[in-house]
């Protein structure tokens, strides 16, 4: 059973960085797609980048293109996010969650990822 476990949360001012850490832990890791995704309060869950296990489909938001960036290392069973000049409306608990490839390539649908970290809790706010 896949464990995901997210870090790296807290308050930042606008325009700064975070890099949000998703360690996932169980049988065969490695074979699965890391999807990062968010929820604002009284907003649904949205996708915001996926990774493929083989690291070749990478994909994000519009709203995050340019600006947030995934990768994952396989041996150490992480995936991250990197994310640059936040604002306002990047705040939100954010989620990492491992699911299966369609064609090899990642995709940021919810219903196709059946393991799910808990969340942080990203605040931008001056």
């Known amino acids: 059973q896949l464990q995901l476990v997210e870090s790296g949360g807290g308050l930042v001012q606008p325009g700064g960085s975070l890099r949000l850490s998703c360690a996932v832990s169980?049988?065969?890791?490695?074979?699965?797609?890391i999807g990062w995704f968010r929820q604002a309060p009284g907003e649904e869950r949205e996708g915001v980048s996926c990774i493929s296990p083989s690291v070749d489909s990478i994909n994000y938001a519009d709203s995050v293109k340019d600006r947030f960036t995934i990768s994952r290392d396989i041996a150490k069973n992480m995936a991250y996010l990197q994310m640059n000049s936040l604002n306002s409306e990047d705040t939100a608990v954010y989620y990492c969650?491992?699911?299966?490839?369609?064609?090899?390539?990642?995709?940021?649908?919810?219903?196709?990822?059946?393991?799910w970290g808990k969340g942080t809790l990203v605040t931008v706010s001056s």
């Open positions: 169980g049988v065969n890791s490695h074979y699965y797609a």
């Open positions: 969650a491992a699911g299966g490839t369609i064609q090899g390539q990642c995709v940021m649908t919810p219903s196709n990822y059946h393991a």
